[in-house]
Structures are given as structure tokens and as C-alpha cells.
């Protein structure tokens, strides 16, 4: 079945060019009809492949479809690779968009059938990008991934663009990501230059044949600042929040299923060479760290309900790349896994709220909508329960690896993880708390139009609920039960050259009992807290005032960013449209006006008259005649 690869993208592909083609003659039921059984036709191969991959034996699969470039010694083919990483983010990617393009046919329903297909068609190319990324079998199909999921997210964070500001949102999502492409094609091209190749066989085998270690660190930090763009990391993470601006369904693709994991799965591919750059896993490891710390400090005092979920991504996405940093690239690509399952779980949930309250998104005016939104409210309980860390709950089996081996790596690393945890027990339950317990806080109207949503939203979160409570038992720890970690075995033949150069450390059994024990108390106590604090809340008693007041501007980070770079930038643009393009177009406009001028007079000696043309011919043979004799 893996040489039928080119399917799984194919369909989303032609649900893409269908809708968008026909997107004013094509009714919402055909539209949504079309765009969503594309992407599922692509999850069922997706899952036929899965299962050739997952047999005893199975060897990774090179499928060339034609050559892309061929030039001298160069030879880059657009090649799939099938193997147990791409196979698995195929499942991910094609699995929850199905869910998410399922829950937009409802959620989206008021918008006009033109805009409806437009949104769909911008839906199924996102899915068609990001499968491009993860299929590819060298750097270059990897790029155009790349570079397609960018171009998606600003087309749908900019969806409904009659609004400036949404409009400002999606330039400052496809602005930032362009500054880490730069360094991420710079990366490609030395990678080109060094090796020769830009296949991941050639290069992977290359690279551990010989390269230096300056330079494999210099290539592989190119990389990760163009990860740091794509999956939100300092310093290119302040689009991500705002990228709110586009729908929920939309927010939810991009926080859970596609962009903002093309970073990690960079990375895991790379892994080889990565692993033998010790000092960027140094680095990759602090920034993801100081990711998840500073961004789960950034949630605690957020009211917008998905702004909190937007934070609490950035944070999630540094605990993936702590694991990248210290090894334990199973443990990074394990909690991709879970959490993309309850943070789909979560945003959906979110849209669910929102669409229930007429469009309100600031949690001090809900509340109480336990009773009336019961599937809503459970399920957001388990994606709640599930993204705190709190067993036997997805999340907790996931972020528990990269935490023990970040212990085994620095425990210090561990210390500050663990303290992110407890950030995020704590913001997530007082979301939880205020959003649906105690009374409700809204307006008449809303609450007498609160209701459950319907079968198409609520499905979806049903589904997602279910594999966001059993999805860690795929990663069941070895101190837990002995060899009975599916995912590692599973994903074991990845990156076996990396084990082999630098075996990630974990501590001893009895040590990882006492860390987990030590973090899922404290996780509880937090949680209770948070859970007790807010469940009574009536509304704000005041502003907030001092470090809460920080935290609720977010450390002034974009204010920072504004007055560095933004209005320097815009000061030196309009200094150059005022004075240095203003002079340019003088000197061409003037060379313009010159030359009609200069034709305007010259005209005049066509006059037409045979006696003003003899005068001239005499006058040429007097000066000709004058010159032969004095020069």
C-alpha cells in the first residue's frame, strides 16, 4: 500500500482545486460533502499504510515520482518516504483534520456558500501542505511543505478580511515565519553545499561519515530558527496568539494537527544530526524551556478563552522541544501525539463556548454552562484533565518522559519544567472553572439562547475526548510496566543511528517513581486550587495591578517588539518614501520630461518647408567646411 502514497495528498489536493474552482456554483452540503470525505479518503489510506508500516520487518519505502530538479550533478526527485515518523504524523494529520473539517460543516454553516467554499478550499490545501512536509524525501519537498502551510495560515488568519485587524494578525503570522524560512533556506543550502545531496539517506549517511562539528552546528541552528518560527518559540512566538483572529475550527488545525508541529518533526527527522550537535541540543533544550515557562505564565491571567489556549500551545510546544533538546525524541514526537488530541479537544471545545455565546470570548462573562452544554463541559473537563499531567490522562504519560529525561539530562531542566507544569494545572482549571462552573455572568439574551451544540460538533469532541484519556497508555513508561512503551518500539528503527551515537539517559526506576509521585501531588494540589478559587467567582473586584498586570500584557513583549523593531522599520520606511524614493522618481521623472522636451524642440526643425531645409544644408556645409580648415 505505501506505493500508493501520493493518494494521501492527492485527495485533499483535488478537494482543494473542486472547491475552489467551483466555489460559486457548489451549495454548502456539496462543499462540505466534498471537502470533508477528501481528507478522510486520505485517512483511510493513511491507516492501510500504518498498518503495512507497524509489521515485523517493514523497511522505509522510497516512492520517486518524477524528477523536480536535474541539473548537472544534482538530482532532486519528488520522492515520498514512508516509514514509521511520516506514517504516524500521516495518521495525526489526516485523522483529527478529518474531525476539525467535520466540526467546520456546522460551525462555519452562516457563512456565505462562496465564503463557505473558500473556507474549505483553504482547509483541504492546509491538509495537502502539511502532508507534502511530513511525506517528503528530502529538504526540498520539505520546504514547499513548509512554505504551503505558511501561505495557508495567512489566507484562513486572515479569513474574514473586511477586519483590519484580522488582516494584521495574518501579516504578522506570514511576516514572522518569513524571518525564520530565511535562516531555514540558508540551513538547506549549506546542507547542499556541505553534502552534496539534500535526500535525508545521503545527507544523514554523509553526516555521520566525516562533517565537522562547527559546521553541523551552524546547519542544524539555521534549522531550528526556522523551527522557532513555525512552531512558536522566543523569539517568534507572538503570532501564534494572535493568529486567534482566524475561525476556531482553523485555530484548532493550526495549534494541533499541522503548522505548528512542523518544527518538531524537522527536527525527529534530522535527528541524526542533531544528536551530533550536542551544543544546538543545548540550545534547543534552554529555548524550549524558556518557552513553556514564559508562555504558561503569560496564561495564567489571560481572559480570552482561546487566547489562554493559544499560550498554553507555545508552552506545550517548548516542553516538545525540551525532549528534542535532551534526546528524548520519542517522548517529543509522544506528546505531538497526545497533544494534538486534546488540544483539538480543547480549541473545539472553545468554538463550541463561543458559538453558544453569540460570538463572546472573555471567560469573566460566562460561566454556569455546565447545565446547559453537558457534552462540552465533560469533554473539556477530560481535555482539561489531560493537558495538566494528571493520570492516567494522555498528557500525562507524554510530558512525564520529556520531564524524566530532562531530569537524567540537568535536573535543573527538571526543576523548571516541572514549575510549568504546575503553571498550567493551575490556568487550565480556572479556565475550566470559569467558564462553566458557578453563575452564569453573561447577558439575558445569551443565556437564554445558551445551548448544546450539535451533533456535528459534538461528535468530533466525543471522539477526541476518548483518545485524549487513552492515548498515553501507547507510551506507558518502562519503571511503570516493563516493555510495554508501543510507541518507542514503534518508532525505534527513526532513530536507532541516534541511540547508537548518543543513547538518551533516564533515570533509575526508583528515582522516576519518586519524580512522578513528587509532580502528580503537587499537579493535584494546584489543580484543586485553581479548581476551588474560581468555581465561585462573581467577576473582577478590581484591575489587575503589579505583577498581574504584567502577566495580563504579557510581559510587554509586543510592546517591546513594536518599539525595537516595528516603528524603527517603519520610521526608516517612510524616511524612504519620502526622501530617497521621492528623489529617484524626481531623477527619472526628470530624465523623462528631459528627453520630451529635448523631442518638442528637435520636432521644430521638421517644419516642412524646402527653404528653412536649403538654409540648413548651407549652414551644415559652412561648419563642415570651417572645421576641415581650423582642426
Not at 54 to 62: A, D, E, L
Not at 146 to 160: A, D, K, N, Q, T
Not at 181 to 209: E, M
Not at 609 to 629: D, K, N, R, T, W
Amino acid at each position: 500500500m505505501s506505493q500508493f502514497v501520493y493518494l494521501v495528498p492527492l485527495f485533499p489536493l483535488v478537494g482543494f482545486l473542486v472547491i475552489g474552482l467551483g466555489r460559486n456554483v457548489l451549495s454548502r452540503t456539496l462543499t462540505g460533502l466534498i471537502g470533508c470525505a477528501t481528507v478522510l479518503a486520505s485517512f483511510v489510506v493513511s491507516v492501510m499504510i500504518f498498518n503495512e508500516v507497524r509489521t515485523p520487518g517493514f523497511m522505509p519505502v522510497t516512492v520517486r515520482l518524477f524528477d523536480f530538479i536535474h541539473t548537472g550533478s544534482l538530482n532532486i526527485s519528488f520522492a515520498f518516504q514512508v516509514d514509521q515518523l511520516s506514517s504516524l504524523f500521516l495518521l495525526i494529520i489526516t485523522g483529527v483534520g478529518s474531525l476539525i473539517h467535520i466540526y467546520s460543516t456546522s460551525y462555519m454553516h452562516e457563512e456565505k456558500p462562496h465564503h463557505f467554499a473558500r473556507y474549505f478550499s483553504y482547509l483541504n490545501l492546509f491538509v495537502f501542505s502539511m502532508l507534502l512536509l511530513v511525506l517528503g524525501a528530502n529538504y526540498v519537498i520539505l520546504f514547499i511543505g513548509w512554505e504551503g502551510v505558511g501561505l495557508c495560515s495567512y489566507l484562513l488568519i486572515g479569513f474574514w478580511f473586511t477586519n483590519g485587524d484580522y488582516n494584521y494578525a495574518a501579516r504578522k503570522a506570514f511576516i514572522m515565519n518569513r524571518i525564520g524560512d530565511l535562516a531555514f533556506l540558508i540551513g538547506i543550502f549549506w546542507i547542499l553545499a556541505q553534502f552534496g545531496s539534500l535526500n535525508y539517506a545521503d545527507v544523514f549517511t554523509r553526516c555521520q561519515g566525516g562533517a565537522t562539528a562547527p559546521v553541523l552546528t551552524g546547519i542544524t541552528l539555521l534549522l531550528f530558527i526556522g523551527a522557532t518560527g513555525k512552531s512558536a518559540q522566543i523569539p517568534l512566538y507572538t503570532w501564534l496568539p494572535d493568529a486567534m483572529a482566524g475561525p476556531t475550527p482553523v485555530s484548532a488545525l493550526i495549534h494541533a494537527a499541522t503548522m505548528v508541529t512542523a518544527g518538531i518533526y524537522m527536527i525527529a527527522r534530522s535527528n541524526v544530526m542533531y544528536t551530533l550537535a550536542p551544543a544546538t541540543q543545548a540550545v534547543i533544550a534552554v529555548i524550549g524551556l524558556c518557552t513553556a515557562i514564559l508562555a504558561a505564565s503569560i496564561a495564567i491571567q489571560q481572559n480570552d478563552i482561546k487566547k489562554v489556549l493559544a499560550y498554553s500551545t507555545v508552552s506545550q510546544l517548548g516542553y516538545m522541544f525540551l525532549g528534542l533538546g535532551v534526546g528524548a525524541y520519542t517522548g517529543a514526537v509522544f506528546h505531538v501525539m497526545t497533544h494534538a488530541f486534546f488540544k483539538a479537544l480543547l480549541f473545539l471545545g472553545a468554538g463550541s463556548v463561543i458559538h453558544a455565546m453569540g460570538g463572546e470570548q472573555d471567560i469573566r462573562k460566562m460561566g454556569g454552562l455546565r447545565k446547559y452544554m453537558p457534552v462540552t463541559y465533560w469533554t473539556f473537563w477530560v481535555g482539561t484533565f489531560a493537558i495538566a499531567g494528571i493520570f492516567p490522562f494522555a498528557g500525562f504519560f507524554s510530558k512525564d518522559e520529556i520531564l524524566s529525561h530532562a531530569y537524567a539530562h540537568n535536573p535543573v531542566l527538571y526543576a523548571v519544567g516541572l514549575l510549568g507544569s504546575l503553571f498550567t494545572a493551575f490556568y487550565m482549571f480556572r479556565l475550566l472553572s470559569l467558564t462553566f462552573l458557578g453563575k452564569f455572568r453573561g447577558t439575558h439574551e445569551q443565556e437564554h439562547h445558551l445551548h448544546e451544540s450539535p451533533a456535528a460538533i459534538t461528535i468530533p469532541l466525543v471522539i477526541l475526548a476518548v483518545l485524549a484519556i487513552f492515548a498515553g497508555f501507547l507510551g506507558i513508561p518502562e519503571y511503570i510496566k516493563p516493555d510495554a512503551h508501543i510507541l518507542e518500539k514503534f518508532l525505534a528503527p527513526v532513530f536507532a543511528s541516534s541511540q547508537e551515537i548518543a543513547a538518551s539517559a533516564s533515570p533509575a526506576p526508583g528515582t522516576e517513581w519518586v519524580l512522578t509521585i513528587v509532580s502528580l501531588l503537587l499537579i493535584a494540589a494546584v489543580s484543586i486550587w485553581g479548581w476551588t478559587k474560581f468555581k465561585g467567582y462573581t467577576g473582577p473586584a478590581k484591575e489587575a495591578t503589579g505583577f498581574a498586570k504584567i502577566l495580563e500584557n504579557k510581559w510587554y513583549v509586543d510592546e517591546l517588539y513594536d518599539a525595537v523593531i516595528v516603528r524603527p522599520i517603519n520610521a526608516l520606511a517612510g524616511f524612504l518614501n519620502k526622501y530617497v524614493e521621492r528623489g529617484l522618481d524626481g531623477i527619472v521623472n526628470g530624465a523623462g520630461r528631459l528627453v520630451q522636451y529635448s523631442s518638442r524642440q528637435i520636432r521644430l526643425l521638421q517644419s516642412g518647408q524646402v527653404g528653412a531645409y536649403v538654409l540648413l544644408m548651407v549652414i551644415g556645409v559652412i561648419i563642415l567646411f570651417i572645421v576641415q580648415i581650423f582642426l
